[in-house]
């Protein structure tokens, strides 16, 4: 857990940012959002022909991973952080009828969104912390999480509840902001810039150690060149501490 940051004053932060996101997504933000953000971070056009339009214009993804990630038909999948439901509009298509996809989000006006798009049976959107998820242990197949968990203050809470969802076997394929050096105090504490994703990134070695103590195997890592952040603050972050996009798919043992 971050001491030295607010977490009440962040969680709000939070919030303003992707309630903006959620209903003026054509603004300009720290980092980009959409369609081309995620045709260049590598969705195929297939595949987002079956995410509603409005969904997609409010995509602040950082990464794709549902290709690591091999949703099956019939699995159970939940996206934590949701947002507007991009990766689970898109994970629906992939589990088919027989599955079930449920998108995690904290900002209301996300899960408005979403709520509004949605037309599957088999697609819900709960309000929730990603920290502890409303979610039965032992009941999904599948986690996602799309540019999210580096927004939590308490990450090492975030893969424990993902661990005890998951069933024995079961995958986390996450796609997240990660620095190669440790930021400075004066990052970390301002809460704009976690709220842009560039405040709350860990260390990357700090990252693997805290999915890895969840209980949790990494087998695959890779970044993800194609994202970069927009602002002027955010790049000059990025670029002194190593900041940048990386997926990883952990699985839970037998
Ligand atoms: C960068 S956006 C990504 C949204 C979505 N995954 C996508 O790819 O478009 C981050 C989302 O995570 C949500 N979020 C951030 N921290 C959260 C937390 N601790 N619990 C639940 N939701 C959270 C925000 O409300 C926002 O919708």
Known sequence: MVSTLDVAD????????????????????????????AQRLGYPPDLLSHVPAEALESFAGVGYCLDLARPVPGERVLDLGSGSGTDVFAAAHLVGPT??????????????????????????FLAGHIEDPPVPP????????????????????????????????GRLAICDIVAQHPLAEHIVCDASLWAACV????????????????????????????????????????????????????????
């Open 10 to 37: 962040l969680e709000r932060r939070v919030k303003e940012v992707y309630r903006a996101v959620a209903e003026r997504p054509h603004e300009r933000y720290h980092f980009e959002v959409g369609r081309g953000l």
């Open 99 to 124: 599955g079930r996809v449920i998108g995690v989000d904290m900002s209301e006006e996300q899960l408005a969104k979403a709520r509004r798009l949605r037309t599957a049976a088999n697609v819900q």
């Open 138 to 169: 032992g009941t999904i197949d599948l986690i996602l999480s799309n540019g999210v968990i580096n927004l939590s203050a308490d990450k090492a809470a975030v893969f424990r509840a993902a661990a005890a969802v998951l069933v024995a076997g």
């Open 199 to 254: 405040g709350g990134a860990a260390q990357v070695d700090e990252y693997r150690a805290l999915i890895e103590d969840a209980g949790l195997r990494i087998v695959a890592e890779r970044d993800n060149p194609g994202y970069a952040f927009r602002s002027g603050s955010a790049r000059a972050a990025t670029v002194t501490y190593g900041i940048k996009s990386t997926s990883f798919l952990a699985v839970k043992p037998r």
